[in-house]
């Protein structure tokens, strides 16, 4: 009998925005925004249970300020999400960031270890980031 992940693919995906978007220990209203526009409306999202969102920003919280929690984080990340959204994770975190306009060290240092964990090759980040900042120009 296997274990269960404590997440689901669903949940892991929003960890990883709630991560991005703690990063540099100031959760943005645009930041917030972006995550509850993405949850309600990109397909993969369709059966997550919203209420889950309390839950998983909890467990991103609590790992943030252990020693080795970014580490645990991961883990659990990795252990719940499939490879094949790997690239869909990094493409919804680079969207959090980019959600202020503003890119600060912390957050680019959060999704430089996301392409590490998730071995995201430098081509394919740079085009994920580049749709991002087109998305999230201003007039």
Avoid: K
């Amino acid at each position: 009998m296997t274990e269960q992940p404590s997440l689901s693919p669903q949940d892991a995906l929003v960890a990883l925005m709630i991560a991005v978007s703690v990063s540099d220990e100031n959760i943005r209203t645009s930041e917030l925004v972006t995550i509850e526009r993405i949850v309600n409306h990109l397909p993969v999202f369709a059966e997550y249970d919203e209420d889950r969102l309390g839950v998983v920003s909890r467990i991103v919280f609590d790992l943030m300020e252990e020693e080795d929690g970014l580490d645990a984080l991961f883990g659990l990340i990795l252990d719940a999400l499939p490879e094949r959204l790997f690239e869909t994770g990094y493409a919804l975190a680079c969207d959090v960031a980019a959600a202020d306009g503003l890119l600060r060290q912390t957050e680019l240092q959060m999704l430089q270890e996301i392409r590490y964990q998730f071995n995201i090759d430098r081509l394919h980040a740079a085009a994920i980031e580049r749709g991002a900042r087109a998305r999230h120009l201003t007039v």
